[in-house]
């Protein structure tokens, strides 16, 4: 029960700093300047809950740490307990991720609009403090360095890929009124940066699978699941590939059809998107050998 919420954890934690980070990823660079404050104003609120989440889930793991590593439940409320999970790698990397998430949600409640800039520096340093732990850290040395920088790359392309399918939704609602140049501009350069957020996430994962199993497929419970998760991943690579080479070309021709089909497969795209992340939340707890 207790790993259970570990995972539980670790999946909301995953899910809500790639919101963030796509949410304030549009709001600080890729929207338009004239779609930038409108942006951050629309997803206000979603860019606080998706920080609160963050900072309280980002907490209780290192609490849950405490129980998994002493005797269950009692010791998760145990501040002697925390205090040792603080003293091991994993904690002392954590206390910053700790102290990152609720300094994020701080700025967010004051005023997210003026500092998206300071958000994203913010949700950035947090992937590359999340790098820094689990079976990233595995290593010492020089391939322990390279490890770790290649699983920050696989997560802030993985964070602006799937964290930035929300805005870009709402950017495909704007198309229908005023802002349409802005917004249809604003969704090309999101496709653009997009491709190499996708590659980035293909190519890093395959360097994570070598450095981690030291082969790409291995007959391993965690290989099998790394697998499902591949298959996932596949199915969003195709659904993006539709989306901006079939769909996209069409929009002028049958938009009202066109531009509703749109929809539903970035839905789904992003459906899948939280699937691969219940599965890494799962597998990354589990020993690769």
């Not at 009692?74 to 003293?87: H, M, Q, S």
């Not at 949600?105 to 913010?122: C, D, E, G, W």
């Not at 890929?161 to 495909?172: M, N, T, V």
């Not at 395959?206 to 007959?219: E, P, V, Y």
């Amino acid at each position: 029960m207790l790993a259970s919420a570990y995972v539980g954890l670790r999946g909301l934690h995953f899910i809500a700093v790639m919101l963030a980070f796509g949410v304030v990823m549009y709001g600080a660079w890729w929207a338009m300047p004239s779609l930038r404050r409108l942006i951050m104003q629309r997803f206000s609120m979603v860019l606080r809950w998706a920080l609160l989440v963050n900072a309280v889930s980002v907490t209780l793991i290192l609490m849950v740490q405490g129980g998994l590593m002493g005797n269950g439940w009692r010791d998760v409320v145990r501040p002697d307990i925390w205090l040792a999970v603080l003293e091991t790698r994993f904690g002392s990397v954590w206390l910053w991720q700790i102290l990152l998430t609720w300094v994020a949600l701080l700025v967010a409640l004051i005023r997210p609009a003026k500092l998206a800039p300071l958000l994203l520096i913010l949700c950035v340093a947090q992937f590359l403090l999340m790098a820094g732990t689990g079976h990233a850290a595995m290593h010492d040395g020089i391939v322990g360095a390279l490890q770790r920088t290649n699983h920050a790359l696989h997560l802030l392309c993985a964070g602006a890929w799937f964290g930035g399918l929300l805005p870009f939704l709402y950017c495909l609602r704007l198309t229908r009124g005023h802002w349409r140049a802005s917004a249809i501009h604003t969704m090309m350069r999101y496709s653009r940066y997009g491709h190499v957020a996708v590659a980035g996430v293909v190519l890093s994962g395959i360097a994570n699978a070598l450095l981690i199993q030291g082969q790409l497929i291995a007959d391993t419970a965690y290989g099998r699941l790394l697998l499902v998760k591949c298959a996932l991943v596949a199915l969003m690579v195709v659904i993006a590939l539709a989306n901006r080479y079939v769909l996209v070309p069409r929009l002028k021709a049958d938009g009202a059809h066109m531009q509703a089909l749109f929809l539903r497969t970035t839905q789904a795209e992003m459906i899948l998107g939280a699937l691969v992340l219940a599965v890494v939340s799962l597998f990354a707890t589990w020993e690769p050998f």
